[in-house]
């Protein structure tokens, strides 16, 4: 896949609490390499604008709701997380910025890869040349 996806992940329905799940390759496109989570977002604060060079992730809000912004070098697009049966599919090489993160929101994300420094585009005039190259 080479577009962003919302996802809207199973919903098992059960009067003593509800369970949602993915796995591969039946909702989710990679193989998990890296689990990490964001909390504890003061109000009014931006997480992660930046891309990744081959990273790709799947983000899911678990608690609470907040906003994926996606910027493919032409065009942004915004994703409000606010179910936590949703999950969104994120490509290599789009921009992404984390925004409007709720009262004790929950921001789960998985990846294909390790952490790794290098795979990180941190400037956007950067990321504008380096994905209109391809
Ligand atoms: P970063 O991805 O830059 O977060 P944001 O873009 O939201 O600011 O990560 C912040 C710091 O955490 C950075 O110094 C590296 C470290 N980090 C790890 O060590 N391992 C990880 O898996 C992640 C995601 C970050």
Redesign the pocket.
Known sequence: MDKPVLITLPKIVDPRGNLSFYEYPNQLPFEIL?T?W?YDVPGGEI????AFKEQQEFIIALSGSFDVVLHDGIKEERFSLNRSYYGLYIPKMYWRR?ENFSTNSLALIVSDKL?N?ED?VRDFEEFKILVNEK
């Open positions: 890296r990490y964001v997480r992660g604008s930046h984390l952490y420094n990180y």
